[in-house]
């Protein structure tokens, strides 16, 4: 039979390393569970270059001005007219880019949109 020893003198001492130690964990998970929020946060609120719209409602996006156009094809030529072939808008909360171009798809400056 081997006999651990341990530096500690009572069991008090080991419950209170073991809380600091808790507590420690605790902190350092806290702290990467914000920095990963902050991180996503950034890259959500990241100005993109793609042209469109603003969503008129944060919970529909640009729902309500689609439904006006009466079908999404009627809405993405209304796009198109004011912002280009390549645009996005908000279906819901998430944007949705779109290409109404043919020539455009299949240019060769282009390839990197697909």
């Avoid at 959500?44 to 969503?55: D, F, K, R």
């Avoid at 079908?71 to 880019?97: C, D, E, K, M």
Wanted: hydrophobic share 40%; net charge positive.
């Amino acid at each position: 039979v081997i006999y651990a020893t341990t530096k500690f003198s009572n069991s008090t001492e080991v419950r209170y390393y073991g809380m600091i130690l808790s507590v420690v964990l605790l902190a350092v998970t806290v702290l990467l569970k914000k920095y990963r929020q902050y991180q996503t946060r950034k890259i959500a609120n990241a100005p993109l270059s793609i042209p469109g719209p603003q969503p008129s409602d944060a919970t529909t996006g640009n729902l309500t001005a689609l439904s006006r156009c009466g079908s999404l094809h009627a809405y993405i030529n209304t796009l198109t007219r004011v912002f280009g072939p390549i645009g996005a808008f908000y279906w819901g909360t998430q944007r949705v880019v779109y290409i109404s171009s043919l020539s455009v798809l299949r240019d060769e400056e282009n390839q990197h949109v697909l």
